[in-house]
Each structure stands twice: as structure tokens, then as C-alpha cells.
């Protein structure tokens, strides 16, 4: 098994112990990113990638040449201006970075389209479930998947679109770090959880570093990751729907009061198949080698 | 290939509401000293016939009932009396898996067995123990027994009894169980029903098509997106890409490739016939199974060909792929193996009504 990523807020004590691991880290300041850089660096450990939530807009952020080569994901709230923005493309597109704007505002699709057809990866990440304007979101994947201009990779479509396969169901969820398969939670105290969620909750599955060597063998990690079978025991439901396997029934509370997922997944899963028939299309033909 | 459909035990963990095997019958287990018997007989059968290979399927009841060391005897007795033969004895299994544990399935690997038959249910109180069939129970036994055996890489395929109370939403059952095996594939067979139908679950053959017919116009346009499905792949195959791959009950050609073997040593046709004492060949314990394998009874099932297409199948166009059906349905109706089966009506029904029309694909002549 793939040791697992670990994500965790950033807390001084906590990072001298994850020595050798890969981590994501929480921060809230963009003055941390050098420090907290320089600390994982001292003590050897892998940077999977900062995660900074931003309370402003992009164009009020402080990109600066300095954060060339560090992976960082930042949500923020907005876009802002595009006065503001345009003079620092040419640095951004440099950068390591992917920024998520929250789907709750809906100028904030319009944001998205506009800076992945200027070249910044970016995203969108769901806030209110329940008031999710399906309408907006299908047509920003329209956009990501079948747009024929050149454009940045816009998750969580991106994400879908290449990693689907359908044998198998895709998590979109690891665009937000946010899958038990590849990621787990931790606090300063060491508690781990399956998901952000889990351990704001304190549900954890495990306590102490050196658990992570035997989390396969943890029951409560086996559920964690079975999670989703908890469809498959109920009369209706999610598990009947003909996008489940690109869902996995993230919006299983909201549909009851906003039908639009499922509408959107049936297209996305059908985008996912289009974008796997390209690939096998544009496969370059292979001649035989000496 | 001799195929022995082979129930050690007629006991069942479960109260499904299609079984008749737990309903009709005091359930029974075959003794150790039968068992090490018939292993005595798969070496002898298998010895006069160098070129043949035996299939053996544990059936049941539910054969994890058997017990752990029920199967370390059976590997024993295969070790002991099938030295040089037992590289021609394939194991097969059937289970609804909601007793697997790891020791099961290490002995599987020495059997050989990597893949695993099972079934499912996903409406309420069809399947399960107990009077009430505790499904919700029994289904997360039945996720955990998905889970170890995917652990451990081996692969399962599940059949679907599509019954009376699924007519309502075929579609709807038909994402979700594909949204359960999303590698592989599963089957959606008509239920079967034997004598009175108690429960009213049984569906007529029309009903049977019309829920294929609700489902397969969205299976053609995305068949690539679940390829495994039956009897859309069995039709896709036989019908289009020419290849012959018929179940059992289709091919005309099970009499003297399968056998039945009970707990009790009894002998019969197969599964079926052996659970609803249609034909017998007697008692493993009295016969050898070379014997059995050659009972001058199974003729009747060579004969019933020319039969059919003399009679019942003249002129019939999906003859190659059907073979008049299954000679037990034959007999539910008509008391004898001889005619063409009322189950060819569904299948004629879906291929006119459904299959050809959205396929747009002719039948060559």
C-alpha cells in the first residue's frame, strides 16, 4: 500500500514529528510559506503542497517570484478585479499553484472561466450544498472539457475527466485532499481522521504516527474507506443513480433539497467518457522498434 | 469438461424468498466418508478419460456452512486419492460470501479458486435470515465479504433474480447494480419458480423482456461503459459477433457434460433437476460417476434436438442461440424434456421488440 499523505494544520511540534512523511499544510498567512518551508526542509519532510485559505480576493494576494517550485492551493473568496490582476499574470502562470474559488457566489464561475482561459489553474470547491446553481457548474465543465480554445485545467472536471475510469469510481474529493485512500488528517495531538470533516468532529480512526504503519489493518480505516457501501444497504437513494460512480454520493443530504446534482453528474459522467475516447483517439500510432 | 454441480449441504444461513432448496427439503449434509468417496471416483473417471478435466462446483445451501475444516478434509482426500489427477480437477464456488473469512479464503487458494460466484438483492426482505429475510443484515455481511475477497484479488460475479418486485424499476436497479460491480459483470436472470407461487414472485415471460427491453436501450448506447452485462453481452456475442456462448439452459448440449450430486450421494442432471427430483441417475454411493456420466437417460437430451428442430423449433431463426431451452422448463409445462420451453416466448419477445429494433441489426439468414 502507498503510504498515505498526511494533512494537517501547521503547528510547529507536529512537523518535527513527521519525519520522512509527505504532508499537506494548513496555513493562513502568506508570510508562513518561507518559514514553514524552510522547517519541512530541515527536518526532511516532503512538501506535498501548502493549502492556504485566503479570506479576500486573488487580486489581493501578494504572488511573488519567491514561491517558484513551492505547490500551494489557495481558496479564496473571489477573483477581484481584472486591473488588478492582469499586470501579475505573467507571474502566476509561473507559479506552482492552483486557486479554488467557493461556488456559493456566482460571479465566481464567470472568475473561473476567465482565469483558466487565461492560463491559471484553478478551480472551483463547493461551499453551501444546498445551494449550488447545477446550471453554472455544468456549464463551467462544458467549458474544461469540451472547450476547443486553449485553456488551464479547471477542477474538479479536470480531475474526473482524466482519472475516470469505468471500472473503477473516481473520487474528485483528491483535488481537496480529501480521499482516505491517498490522504488522512492529523492533528498537533496526533489524532487521525479519515477527513477534514472527521477530525473537526474528533471522529477519529487512529492516534500516534506510528499507527500509520498498520492503518490497513485498522478497522475503522477498512470502514473509512468502505464508506460509500453505506449506499448499497439503503431501499433508494444514491446508490441508484446513474452518476454514482463519478459522485459517490457527496450531495446525498442536498438532493433532497436541490435535485441539480444529478443532472450534472449524468453529464459529467458522459464529459468522462468523451474525454477517454479522445484519448484513446489521439493515441499516436506505434510502429514496431528495433 | 465434466461439470459437477456438487451440494454437500443443502443447509442455508439464508431464507431467500426464490430458494425452494431450504423450502423443500430437510436440509442434509454429505458425510466425510461420501465425500472421500466421490474424490475415490473423480480419480477413477478422470484416469479412464486422460483427455477429460472436471469442474467442481461447491453449491448448496451455503458450502461455507461446511466449515473450514470440511474443505481442509476435501483437499486432503484430493492430495491422497487424485495424485495424478487432480491437475484435471478445476474448483468452482458458490457463496453469498456472508461467512467468508480469511482462513476460507486461503483455502480457496489451494483449490485454485480465484473467482467467486455469488448473488444479490438490494430490495428489502427478499434476501436474508430469518423469517422477516434481515436484508439490511445480511447485505453488510455480504459488502464485507466483497471487501475481503477484493483484499485478497479475487474476482466475484453475481447473478441478479429479477422478480415480480422489481418490475417497477428496472433502470433504477439496473445503476445500481452496476454502480456495485463496476469491473466485471453481473447477470439478470428471470426468477424461477417450481409449483405454487406462494409469494408472488414470479414473472411471465413478456414481463421478463419488457424489464430487459426498460433497461437495454441504455445499455446499447453505453456498452462500453458496462460491457459485461447478461444476457445483453450473451445476445451481442451470439448475435453479432458470431461467437457461441450460450448459459447452460441454451447450448443443447448439456447431457452428458453435467451431473448433479446432493448430499446424500443422489445423482441427477444438474442443480435443478436435482433440487426438484426431476430425473435420477441414482447414487454415487451404487454407481461410479463414470457411470452417471454415461446414463443411458442423458440420451434423451441428444434426441431432443432432432426433436425440436422437426417440431416445436422448425424454422425457428434463433435456433443457434437458444436450442429450444432448457429441457426442465419443458418439463414444468409439459411433463417431458421434449418440447421447446415457454421461456423462448421472452426471449423471441425481446429480440423483436427490443434488440433488433434498437440495435437496428438483422438476423442473417
Known amino acids: ?290 | 469438461m465434466a461439470t459437477i454441480i456438487f451440494k454437500p449441504t443443502e443447509k442455508c444461513n439464508s431464507n431467500c424468498i426464490y430458494c425452494d432448496v431450504v423450502v423443500k427439503k430437510k436440509p442434509k449434509t454429505m458425510s466425510l466418508e461420501l465425500l472421500e468417496h466421490i474424490f475415490k471416483n473423480m480419480d477413477e473417471f478422470l484416469k479412464a478419460k486422460p483427455k477429460e478435466r472436471i469442474q467442481l462446483i461447491w453449491h448448496g445451501g451455503e458450502p461455507l456452512l461446511l466449515g473450514e475444516d470440511y474443505f481442509l478434509k476435501a483437499i486432503e482426500f484430493q492430495e491422497n486419492y487424485c495424485k495424478n489427477t487432480k491437475n484435471r480437477i478445476d474448483h468452482a464456488i458458490q457463496s453469498n460470501l456472508t461467512l467468508l473469512n480469511e482462513r476460507f479464503l486461503d483455502i480457496f487458494k489451494r483449490l485454485n479458486i480465484n473467482q467467486i460466484g455469488t448473488s444479490f438483492e438490494p430490495i428489502p426482505n427478499l434476501r436474508g435470515p430469518g423469517e422477516k429475510r434481515d436484508s439490511v443484515y445480511y447485505n453488510s455481511q455480504f459488502m464485507k465479504g466483497i471487501n475481503m475477497l477484493e483484499k485478497h484479488n479475487f474476482g466475484w460475479g453475481f447473478i441478479y433474480v429479477v422478480t415480480k418486485r422489481a418490475l417497477r424499476r428496472p433502470l433504477e436497479l439496473f445503476f445500481f447494480l452496476s454502480n456495485l460491480k463496476l469491473s466485471g459483470g453481473f447477470m439478470l436472470n428471470p426468477v424461477l419458480v417450481y409449483g405454487e407461487d406462494k409469494e408472488k414472485i414470479g414473472i411471465t415471460e413478456e414481463e421478463y423482456a419488457d424489464y430487459l427491453g426498460a433497461i437495454f436501450p441504455y445499455w446499447w448506447k453505453n456498452r462500453d461503459r458496462y460491457p459485461q452485462v447478461s444476457p445483453f453481452k450473451m445476445f451481442v456475442e451470439n448475435i453479432i459477433e458470431k461467437k457461441r456462448t450460450n448459459g447452460c439452459e441454451d447450448t443443447g448440449a448439456c447431457a452428458y457434460g453435467h451431473v448433479y450430486i446432493g448430499p446424500s450421494g443422489e445423482a441427477s442432471q444438474c442443480g435443478r433437476a436435482g433440487d426438484w427430483e426431476m430425473i435420477s441417475y441414482g447414487n454415487i454411493s451404487d454407481r461410479s460417476l463414470l457411470d452417471i456420466m454415461s446414463d443411458q437417460q442423458r440420451e434423451q437430451f441428444i434426441k431432443r434436438n432432432d426433436i425440436l428442430l422437426n417440431g416445436d423449433c422448425k424454422g425457428c431463426p434463433y435456433w443457434e442461440f437458444c436450442h429450444g431451452g432448457c429441457p426442465l422448463d419443458s418439463f414444468i409445462k409439459n411433463k417431458d424434456f421434449m418440447h421447446r420451453t415457454f421461456r423462448c416466448e421472452g426471449k423471441r419477445l425481446f429480440l423483436e421488440k427490443y434488440f433488433f429494433p434498437i440495435t437496428g441489426i438483422r438476423l442473417e439468414k
Open chain 1, 1 to 290: 500500500m502507498r503510504e498515505h499523505i498526511l494533512v494537517c494544520q501547521y503547528h510547529e511540534n507536529l512537523i518535527n514529528r513527521l519525519h520522512h512523511k509527505q504532508v499537506v499544510v494548513k496555513i493562513s498567512d502568506f508570510e508562513k510559506i518561507h518559514p514553514v518551508c524552510k522547517q519541512l526542509n530541515d527536518v526532511q519532510v516532503g512538501l506535498h503542497c501548502l493549502m492556504i485559505q485566503h479570506n479576500g480576493s486573488i487580486a489581493s494576494i501578494p504572488f511573488h517570484e519567491s514561491w517558484k517550485g513551492i505547490p500551494i492551493a489557495i481558496y479564496a473568496n473571489e477573483m477581484g478585479t481584472m486591473k488588478e490582476l492582469m499586470g501579475r499574470l505573467p507571474l502566476i502562470r509561473d507559479l506552482n499553484i492552483r486557486i479554488f474559488l467557493n461556488s456559493d457566489l456566482e460571479a465566481n464561475f464567470t472568475s473561473l472561466h476567465i482565469m483558466a482561459s487565461l492560463g491559471i489553474e484553478c478551480g472551483l470547491y463547493f461551499g453551501n450544498k444546498e445551494k449550488i446553481n447545477w446550471e453554472l457548474v455544468n456549464d463551467l465543465m462544458t467549458y474544461a472539457i469540451y472547450g476547443k480554445v486553449n485553456h488551464a485545467p479547471l477542477e474538479p472536471f479536470y480531475h474526473l475527466a482524466s482519472h475516470y475510469n469505468p471500472e473503477q469510481h473516481t473520487d474528485f474529493n483528491s483535488v481537496y485532499f480529501e480521499n482516505p485512500l491517498t490522504y488522512l488528517h492529523i492533528d498537533h495531538e496526533e489524532n487521525i481522521a479519515a477527513s477534514s470533516e472527521d477530525l473537526d468532529n474528533k471522529k477519529f480512526i487512529a492516534k500516534g504516527i506510528d499507527s500509520l504503519e498498520r492503518i490497513s489493518e485498522n478497522n475503522k480505516y477498512d470502514e473509512a474507506i468502505h464508506a460509500w457501501q453505506q449506499f448499497f444497504l439503503k431501499p433508494d437513494g444514491c446508490a441508484y443513480c446513474q452518476a454514482w460512480r463519478v459522485c459517490l454520493g457527496k450531495f446525498s443530504e442536498s438532493v433532497k433539497v436541490n435535485e441539480g446534482c444529478k443532472p450534472f453528474f449524468v453529464d459529467m459522467m458522459e464529459a468522462c467518457d468523451h474525454f477517454l475516447s479522445m484519448q484513446h483517439k489521439n493515441k499516436k500510432k506505434e510502429v514496431w522498434q528495433p
